[in-house]
């Protein structure tokens, strides 16, 4: 049964965003069009502007397709009329949350690749090349005792963006639950509880800089200071993959909180 909600969820998907990738490679290719024919008179540069101001509108659409429309099948499939269908089916609600959660961040990476692609269609590869030839130089550039641990950092580097992607979308899904614990208006409560949680992860990042600060003036860091400038690789390593950890074990908290709260707490009246 879980495949056959992955199978129904991507198919939804699938009505969706193809279209909007598609338009977005079609203006990349009009843009292109645009460039072979660049001169510097006045007609050129207005439409010019124009074909960017387009293109960049379509990529920022593409980029926010995938969360926006996840969260609207969230909303929908799991607390509206379509719930009470949703939550006879033969899955547990650790199953739903899966799924949404894996389809949308699956389409998140498909719009970072879209509009790549996107890139490279309105600029004939050039950008693209300039930054591969701009990558090879840099790569010529690192120590010799570096280079054996690019791979690695890579990887890291490669999960830590994964890893926010998820905790994007749990954070949508985390507000989303929470604002169905009012009574009314769940929709305007899932919108103030985001922007709590916003305004509560200021105040308490602006805290630890105080904080941090005042014990660097002390002293207090200065045995660690001292241990990464003697072991650089492996602070480089530690930081990615601490950042990568907490990441995941924030997004495993807000996972719960929506098991509890969809399993405990559901009420679709």
């Not at 980029?63 to 269908?85: C, D, H, M, P």
Request: proline letters at 2%; glycine letters at 8%; one cysteine or more.
């Amino acid at each position: 049964m879980v495949k056959k909600l992955y199978k129904h969820e991507y198919l939804a998907w699938l009505r969706v965003l193809p279209l909007i990738y598609g338009i977005t490679l079609a203006i990349a290719a009009l843009l292109r069009i645009v460039l072979i024919f660049e001169n510097d008179s006045l007609y050129y540069g207005i439409v010019f502007g124009s074909a960017v101001f387009v293109f960049v509108v379509a990529l920022m659409v593409t980029l926010a397709s995938a969360t926006v429309f996840g969260i609207q099948r969230f909303y929908k499939n799991l607390f509206t009329g379509e719930g009470y269908l949703t939550h006879t089916l033969p899955v547990t609600p650790a199953n739903h949350l899966w799924v949404k959660v894996l389809t949308a961040v699956s389409f998140d990476i498909l719009s970072v690749l879209v509009c790549l692609l996107a890139g490279v269609i309105a600029t004939a590869g050039e950008v693209f090349g300039e930054i591969c030839k701009a990558a090879e130089y840099l790569i010529k550039q690192i120590p010799g005792e570096y280079i054996g641990h690019a791979a690695g950092w890579t990887a890291e580097v490669i999960a830590m963006f994964v890893v926010a992607m998820f905790s994007s979308q749990m954070l949508f899904y985390l507000c989303i639950c929470v604002g169905q614990l009012f009574r009314k208006n769940r929709v305007l409560a899932a919108v103030g509880v985001y922007f709590g949680i916003y305004a509560i992860s200021q105040v308490v990042s602006t805290v630890l800089m105080v904080v941090f600060a005042i014990m660097g003036e002390q002293g207090v860091w200065d045995g660690i200071l001292e241990q990464i400038s003697q072991h650089p690789i492996a602070a480089v390593h530690i930081v990615l993959c601490g950042s990568v950890v907490l990441t995941a074990l924030m997004n495993l908290v807000s996972f719960g909180i929506c098991h509890w709260i969809i399993h405990k707490k559901l009420n679709l009246e």
